[in-house]
């Protein structure tokens, strides 16, 4: 179990990470959302899907990425039947990410009428608070900051659930690190279209 830190507090957040079988378009394949609200966050707030799609997934993602076959699959419900749980679990949620670009393209194809009242991005917001680093994959990045990620070892690197996880405490890290209020945040990590226009300055006069 995490505290959730001060500036996130009051705010409805789903981290999320999602896995794809490698086709253009994308379909996914896995996807892990995890909820943050209140106090504190625990692996119980997590929930996951595998997802069987409809074309095969790929030899090159199974073997390079997360290591999902086909068979894992074959017997998982489709995205049809999973959608609107997961469509549940976004609601008005502000959605976590690292490279968050990725899950928003890919989760708008997949729920068309899904709006998410902001995106953060971990990625974005590393680069702000840790500069000069050699790398920001979030392997490199759990590395450096030596993030627990115990809670979901029996996963392993690039499957959704480790991910998300790791995204979450990425996330606060960076928070605590870059000593950021909610609008430090937003204008470190969202991207443009989500972050609000300054006022301009002097009034009427």
Partial sequence: MT???NTLR???IAVVD???NGQTPPEIIEIAILSASGKSVSIDDMRSWLIKPQQPITQIVTRKVHGIKNSDVESSPLWVEVAPD???A???RTLVAHNAGVEQRVLASHLPYWNPPMVLDTLRLAK???RDLRSYSLDKLIEHAQLDTSAVTEQGYHRAGYDAWAA???LCRLVEDG???WTGLVSAAAPKEFVPKAEPEGGLW
């Fill in 86 to 88: 997961v469509d549940a």
């Fill in 10 to 12: 009051g705010k409805e």
């Fill in 3 to 5: 505290d959730i830190p």
């Fill in 168 to 170: 979450w405490q990425l």
């Fill in 90 to 92: 976004l609601a008005g």
């Fill in 128 to 130: 702000a608070v840790w």
């Fill in 179 to 181: 000593g950021l209020d």
């Fill in 18 to 20: 999602v896995e794809g």
